[in-house]
């Protein structure tokens, strides 16, 4: 029996699609179809249930299941044992995360994971919006929202702070603000409120501010240039704007917000090697990030 081909049941099991198993695997869809047909011919057994909405395992699929990953448990302590086992780590990893930390933050920090494991392929996701560990759009998430339920492993990866910034040309050209009073009389750059992918991000509300907002985005990085250019006054993850040299900082001691970051992994991949590898590599960096991230300065 080839367990190349078992590996690509393993995967399609867990995700359920062509096309999902294929893009863990690093392969197009067709070979991972071509694996399991030939898998399936060499039992003598049809191991999947085809269907419009995906794949699901037949009875026999059900039985084989524990026993494969008896064997990838077992392959990935051989390979942990070997001498450069750190080379040896390969296959694809899709990480999902919120706009600003993964474009400031995980887009750099990332390099660093390619580097150790040089055959390792990641893809990032940072995006203005939720990504759906239930849709199969990524392995891991990094999200606002904690999960109430699912079949998910779920950490808290780290808390970081927001605060009101402006550019120094708006602070010059208007009124000065010395009091949470003082910003009725400014313009504010925020979310569009309808398509805001966090409720997490609703802060207007919080503080005694205008009604006026000049300019709304769903990306909290066109939100920074539209306050750096001048548009208004905004709430800003510390991250990303005390770094900004055209930004100041509005009522420091008055205005800080806390917010926190939730890490998710499908249970079912928790034992796959360079998932946990890329896991515990997202919490090293936070960790190491912490006086960034909490903007202890």
Do not use: C
């Not at 001498?83 to 919120?98: F, K, M, W």
């Not at 780290?158 to 208007?174: G, M």
């Not at 003082?182 to 997490?200: C, G, M, N, Q, T």
């Amino acid at each position: 029996m080839d367990w190349d081909n078992l590996r690509y049941f393993l995967e399609l099991s867990r995700a359920g699609r062509l096309t999902t198993a294929a893009r863990r695997l690093g392969v197009d869809h067709t070979t991972v179809s071509r694996r399991i047909q030939a898998l399936e011919k060499s039992l003598g057994v049809t191991l999947f249930i085809r269907q419009t909405t995906g794949y699901t395992l037949t009875e026999a699929g059900r039985s084989l299941l524990p026993q494969v990953e008896l064997m990838e448990g077992a392959s990935v302590r051989i390979e942990q044992a070997l001498p450069n086992s750190e080379e040896q780590l390969s296959g694809r990893v899709r990480i999902g995360a919120t706009e600003g930390y993964g474009t400031i933050m995980l887009a750099g920090q990332l390099s660093g994971l390619s580097q150790r494991y040089p055959h390792l392929h990641l893809d990032l996701l940072a995006l203005p919006r939720a990504v759906r560990l239930s849709r199969h759009e990524a392995d891991i998430v990094i999200t606002l929202e904690r999960p109430e339920r699912g079949p998910f492993i779920i950490t808290k990866l780290t808390d970081y702070v927001l605060r009101l910034y402006a550019s120094k040309d708006y602070l010059e050209q208007h009124s000065p603000i010395r009091r949470r009073e003082d910003l009725a009389k400014h313009r504010f750059v925020s979310y569009i409120d309808d398509l805001v992918f966090s409720k997490e991000l609703l802060f207007l509300d919080e503080i005694a501010g205008s009604d006026e907002v000049s300019l709304r985005s769903t990306s909290v990085l066109a939100q920074q240039e539209a306050i750096a250019a001048g548009a208004g006054i905004g709430i800003l993850p510390a991250f990303s704007a005390d770094t900004d040299s055209r930004l100041s900082l509005v009522l420091p001691e008055q205005i800080r917000f806390i917010r926190t970051f939730w890490m998710l992994m499908p249970i079912e991949l928790k034992d796959i090697a360079r998932m946990r590898v890329t896991w515990d590599y997202l919490r090293e960096m936070a960790e190491d990030s912490q006086a960034r991230l909490l903007a202890a300065r």
